[in-house]
């Protein structure tokens, strides 16, 4: 996958999904690493913010911590 891929994946991708990949990506995911993963990072907490603290929460607690 291209940078650019990746950055439209992240642009798309809702928070649930984003959380889930920062919580179970394996170690080295390009998605994770360098200025990718600033960007992620930098887009995640975005969205997280826009969905408010009540949201994360439930959708923390409905992703839970066991690899799928």
């Given amino acids: 996958m291209t940078e650019q891929e990746m950055k439209s ?3 798309n991708a809702d928070y649930e999904q984003l959380l889930r990949k920062w919580r179970f990506a394996p170690v ?3 998605l994770l690493q360098g200025d990718m993963g600033d960007y992620f990072s930098k887009v995640m907490f975005a969205k997280r ?3 408010g603290n009540a949201v994360h929460v439930a959708t923390s607690k409905h992703i839970g911590w066991d690899n799928e």
């Fill in 49 to 51: 913010d826009e969905v």
């Fill in 9 to 11: 994946w992240v642009d």
């Fill in 28 to 30: 080295g995911d390009p």
